[in-house]
T-cell receptor, first 115, second 109 residues
Framework: IAGITQAPTSQILAAGRRMTLRCTQD?????MYWYRQDLGLGLRLIHY???????GKGEVPDGYSVSRANTDDFPLTLASAVPSQTSVYFC??????????????FGAGTRLSVL | GQNIDQPTEMTATEGAIVQINCTYQ??????LFWYQQHAGEAPTFLSY??LDGLEEKGRFSSFLSRSKGYSYLLLKELQMKDSASYLC??????????WGAGTKLIIKP
């Protein structure tokens, strides 16, 4: 069982370019999340999806978009990358959004540098 | 506002015990999580507390006091492999996790 897979592992991107980070899970989890992690800061939620077909905005959604066409996939798109989006991006999933079922399992992360 | 506070860095000796504290302020409260994150890797789940008291899981224990907005993670019989960052996260009324910046634990022989 792979769990949760992110691609690419790392990427260097020119400012202004469009980029999609991929995330796939095989645990049949209902909820999925995208976080960014920056040095000295906690994980910050970008977007989330409590179930296929629905998405919601997190703490730092500007400049990012997501879709949840099915249970397994939750891609994150940067429409026009800016240097402040340089970060490590983690995708996570949980059985559901509430209580102990919100134990989140993380992918290995995508290290993105925007120049 | 919502906030999670934990120390930036702690140092401990192999074989010893260390306690990592976390204070939280969230809009509503639906539980407190601890995760471990080794450098360059993904966070992995350690514990979840929603009721007051101590939960023990092998060498790791986690404590919660809801009235004080306080939790700690206790690591016993420290091993070199425990060198990592430990992340505290509170779950708010919308079931979203609010994360602390993490405590980097350095284990010395």
């Amino acid at each position: 069982i792979a769990g949760i897979t992110q691609a690419p592992t790392s990427q260097i991107l020119a400012a202004g370019r469009r980029m999609t980070l991929r995330c796939t899970q095989d645990m049949r989890h209902n909820a999925m999340y995208w976080y960014r992690q920056d040095l000295g800061l906690g994980l910050r939620l970008i977007h989330y999806s409590n179930t296929a077909g629905t998405t919601g905005k997190g703490e730092v959604p500007d400049g990012y978009s997501v879709s949840r066409a099915n249970t397994d996939d939750f891609p994150l798109t940067l429409a026009s990358a800016v240097p402040s989006q340089t970060s490590v991006y983690f995708c996570a999933s949980s059985e559901s959004a509430g209580g102990a079922k919100n134990i989140q399992y993380f992918g290995a992360g995508t290290r993105l540098s925007v120049l | 506002g919502q906030n999670i506070d934990q120390p930036t860095e702690m140092t401990a000796t192999e074989g010893a015990i260390v306690q990592i504290n976390c204070t939280y302020q969230t809009s509503g409260f639906n539980g407190l999580f601890w995760y471990q994150q080794h450098a360059g890797e993904a966070p992995t789940f350690l514990s979840y507390n929603v009721l007051d008291g101590l939960e023990e899981k092998g060498r790791f224990s986690s404590f919660l006091s809801r009235s004080k907005g306080y939790s700690y993670l206790l690591l016993k019989e420290l091993q070199m492999k425990d060198s990592a960052s430990y992340l505290c996260a509170g779950m708010d009324s919308n079931y979203q996790l609010i994360w602390g910046a993490g405590t980097k634990l350095i284990i010395k022989p």
